[in-house]
């Protein structure tokens, strides 16, 4: 091979390292077997994975491979399985790339452009490079032969893996959303992101639990927001002008003079009119106009300087933990959190770079939020309870708060929301919804399987996302990932960890009772009427026909811990409402008249576009900007971690460190 050959085997065998390493979780210099299983997982080496562990654990008797065992060992025994797998297919096309590789690597032919058309279909079409010197008169040839043929395999096995890579086509759902509900399959580039993951040492708090956990691949804890939809380009939009223009000109020739003289001049004048209102400072516009490229921090700034906190905040409680139970009108919750966090410049637990999930949903580590040079105030992003794992983050009179809803229509909202129906195929059905039930085990296996893997959201393979999420939510142990406890079959156990929450949870709020439960976690926090105000976001849109009871009992024995979850915490919710009596009762009316003045008001706002205006209330002041702070479209998660940014970069400059 000439120097460039040389250069690429070895860029190969720097990323085979570097996704060899990212499966080093503890930094220790070699893998466990649960760990090679991950590393053949993510070289889409499925079908190998138990021959490839075995063979390497027998030659090196011992369970601890380190990289060198893993190369030399690892080429051997797929060099054998790719040669069998290939003369058994017959694959004409592929057995010639791996023999021409193997079996005769001194010799190197041009690949045939119109053959790698016609067969198109076959899973790879491997050409080999014209050498005008034979191999074997190249000086050293003798000395290096067996690296160079390890070394020439590795980089055909990731030209396979990009390849396979490339048949993948997953669809991403584009529009508006916050929150994507597709994924996309491993690439490249995610080499870097799970560098990124690992670099970080585990801390001596963590490392009971993060072993049991950690048995998939950590590219799974990753969950990124999805790309928004391409913009408009310049053409298109000048081709929309020309096109305006010419159907204006049409009209004016074609039109009578009373209407050239009179209508037309009063049509421009109109016309004038809003295209002058739309570049005013007065609507949500101007703050897309108020920022800059050049400062990430310039939407942050804006935001400070308009919306504030005119309430006298010496009694109230900032120290608080949201427990997110997926679906359950949490966003909703979580908005009006963070714009409480945000007026207060409070320090928040939040997800590294631009993730969502706070290792969701599995258990909270180190490697999956920011770090911080002293104790968290809150924490409102989806992360997976745990008394162990967030207590000694927090002071310690922090609140942890969580809310829950009735599980048949929680069932509902997830079977949709996470396209279950989609992934597994139903789309014919007549009702999807009950063709599953009757058939959940079947589904269910389709759903989890790692072929539906490219099509399924910051969803790992094993989740279940019907069966008693609400609890999962809560950390109670139920045998995800497969190696951890499930005591879902032991009744018992399950009602002495409900009396374990019902003691460690300030509030559990009830989406039935969802105003209700508001006026109580702002008599909890001591807060004021203003911070709990808010707006529905991210509704479902689906059918909320009847079901017979029939149906709905297979679903109560599939989650049947979620029920009692939900049964528990609903009386006690019962219970503290009629205890609260005629006081309760009278707050409670007040604050739904200052949410339909306040809707009202802001409704009146995005209609007119005028921010500056204000609605003075008795118990506080509401300005137009803070209807515009509380809207959809605003992302709070996205500013909190651009301020965490900023403040970061000062204090901590090592935060964002490069492998």
Excluded at 234 to 248: N, R, V
Excluded at 422 to 438: G, Q, W
Excluded at 475 to 499: C, Q, W
Excluded at 563 to 590: A, C, S, T, V, W
Aim: aromatic share 10%.
């Amino acid at each position: 091979m000439d120097v460039e050959d040389v250069e690429d085997v070895d860029q190969y065998i720097a990323q085979l390292r570097d996704v060899f390493d990212s499966c080093d979780i503890y930094d220790q210099g070699y893998l466990s077997r649960s760990e090679l299983l991950a590393l053949c997982h993510k070289l889409q080496l499925d079908d190998q994975a138990e021959d490839i562990v075995n063979h390497l654990t027998n030659n090196a008797q011992c369970e601890q491979i380190d990289f060198e065992q893993f190369k030399d060992n690892f080429v051997k025994i797929l060099c054998q399985s790719t040669v069998e797998r290939v003369e058994q297919q017959n694959d004409v096309s592929l057995t010639d790339s791996v023999h021409e590789q193997f079996m005769d690597a001194d010799q190197f032919e041009d690949a045939d452009e119109e053959e790698e058309e016609e067969e198109s279909d076959d899973l790879v079409e491997e050409g080999g490079r014209e050498s005008e010197e034979n191999p074997q008169e190249m000086p050293g040839f003798e000395k290096h032969e067996e690296d160079t043929k390890e070394q020439e395999f590795i980089a055909t096995s990731f030209d396979l893996l990009d390849l396979q890579e490339e048949e993948l086509s997953p669809k991403f759902v584009m529009g508006n959303k916050k929150y994507g509900r597709r994924s996309r399959p491993f690439e490249s580039k995610d080499f870097e992101e799970l560098m990124k993951l690992t670099t970080e040492n585990e801390s001596a708090n963590h490392s009971d639990h993060t072993q049991a956990e950690k048995v998939v691949p950590e590219l799974d804890r990753v969950c990124k927001r999805p790309p928004l939809p391409p913009k408009k380009g310049k053409q298109q939009k000048d081709s929309q002008k020309i096109i305006t223009c010419a159907l204006m000109y049409a009209i004016v020739m074609v039109a009578p003079r009373f209407i050239i003289r009179r209508v037309i001049p009063v049509v421009i004048f109109l016309i004038c009119i809003i295209l002058l209102t739309r570049h005013l400072p007065v609507d949500k516009r101007d703050r897309t106009l108020a920022v800059s490229d050049n400062s990430a921090l310039d939407e942050v700034k804006y935001w400070e300087e308009r919306v504030s906190n005119d309430i006298n905040t010496s009694s109230e409680r900032t120290n608080f933990v949201f427990i997110k139970c997926m679906k359950c009108a949490t966003q909703t919750v979580a908005n009006a959190l963070r714009r409480f966090a945000f007026t207060r410049r409070l320090n928040v637990l939040l997800p590294r770079d631009n993730n969502i999930y706070l290792g969701w949903p599995y258990l909270m580590d180190k490697v999956d939020y920011r770090p911080s040079d002293k104790k968290f105030n809150c924490l409102m992003e989806h992360a997976i309870y745990s008394r162990n794992i967030m207590k000694p983050l927090f002071p310690s009179d922090t609140k942890y708060i969580t809310i829950i809803r009735e599980p048949w229509s929680h069932f509902q909202s997830t079977f949709y929301y996470f396209k279950v129906h989609v992934i597994t195929d139903m789309n014919n059905a007549l009702d999807p919804l009950v063709e599953y039930l009757k058939q959940i085990r079947k589904y269910e296996a389709i759903y989890k399987h790692h072929n539906s893997y490219p099509y399924r959201y910051c969803i790992p393979d094993g989740f279940s996302v019907t069966k008693n999420l609400l609890s999962h939510c809560l950390g109670m142990p139920l045998g995800f990932p497969e190696n951890r406890t499930d005591i879902s079959h032991n009744e018992a156990s399950v009602y002495s960890y409900l009396k374990q929450l019902d003691g460690e949870f300030g509030l559990v709020m009830i989406m039935e009772y969802f105003d209700e439960s508001m006026v109580f976690l702002k008599k909890l926090m001591r807060w004021s009427f203003k911070d709990i105000v808010y707006e529905k976001v991210n509704v479902g849109n689906y059918s909320t026909e009847p079901y017979p009871d029939s149906i709905k009992d297979i679903h109560k024995k599939w989650s049947s811990v979620d029920y009692l979850l939900y049964d528990h915490f609903r009386k006690k919710m019962e219970l503290k409402i009629r205890n609260g009596g005629l006081e309760f009762q009278n707050e409670l009316r007040q604050f739904k008249k200052i949410l339909r003045e306040v809707n009202r008001f802001c409704k009146s706002v995005k209609q007119s576009s005028r921010l500056t205006t204000k609605l003075t209330l008795r118990e506080f002041t509401f300005s137009g900007h803070e209807c515009a702070f509380m809207a959809e479209d605003v992302n709070h998660l996205e500013l909190l971690q651009k301020r965490s940014d900023a403040e970061l970069k000062e204090k901590i400059p090592s935060y964002k460190r490069t492998c």
